[in-house]
C-alpha cells in the first residue's frame, strides 16, 4: 500500500509541475492556445486516426519541450543570478530545442492542414 501512496504523491507533483507551467509561463499558455485551434480544426477537418496520432505527438512534444525548457531556466536561475557563459549556454540550448520543435510543428501542421484547407476552399 506504501508503494501506491508514494506513486499517487509522485503523480500529484507531476501535475502540479504541469498547473504551474500553465499558471506561471506566457510560451506555455501560448502552445496550449495553438494547440487548441489545431485539434479545433482537426474535429471540423474529421481527421484520420494517422492524422490525429501525428498531430497529438507533435503538440505533446512542443509542450514536453518548453516544460522542459522552464525547468532548465529556474534551475539555473537558482544556482546562479549573475552572468555565466555556461548558464547562458544551457538556457540558450534549452529555448534553441523549443524553438527547432515549434518550427518542426509548424512543418508538420502544413503537412497535415493544407490538403484539408485546398479541399475545403475547392468545394
Known amino acids: 500500500m506504501k508503494q501506491w501512496r508514494q ?10 509541475g504541469m498547473v504551474a507551467a500553465v499558471r506561471e509561463e506566457v510560451h506555455m499558455k501560448i ?7 489545431a485539434i479545433v480544426f482537426a ?3 474529421h481527421f ?18 518548453e516544460m522542459v525548457n522552464t525547468a532548465i531556466e529556474r534551475t539555473v536561475d537558482l544556482v546562479t543570478k549573475d552572468f555565466h557563459p555556461l548558464a547562458k ?8 530545442a523549443v524553438l527547432l520543435g515549434a518550427i ?19 468545394k
Request: charge should be positive.
Open 7 to 16: 506513486r499517487w504523491k509522485r503523480f500529484r507533483n507531476a501535475w502540479s
Open 89 to 96: 549556454a544551457a538556457k540558450d540550448i534549452a529555448a534553441g
Open 48 to 65: 484520420t486516426k494517422w492524422e490525429w496520432l501525428i498531430l497529438l505527438l507533435t503538440i505533446g512534444a512542443v509542450i514536453s519541450l
Open 104 to 122: 518542426m510543428a509548424v512543418m508538420i501542421g502544413a503537412i497535415l492542414f493544407l490538403p484539408h484547407l485546398y479541399n475545403w476552399v475547392l
Open 31 to 37: 502552445h496550449l492556445m495553438l494547440a487548441a485551434i
Open 43 to 45: 474535429i471540423v477537418f
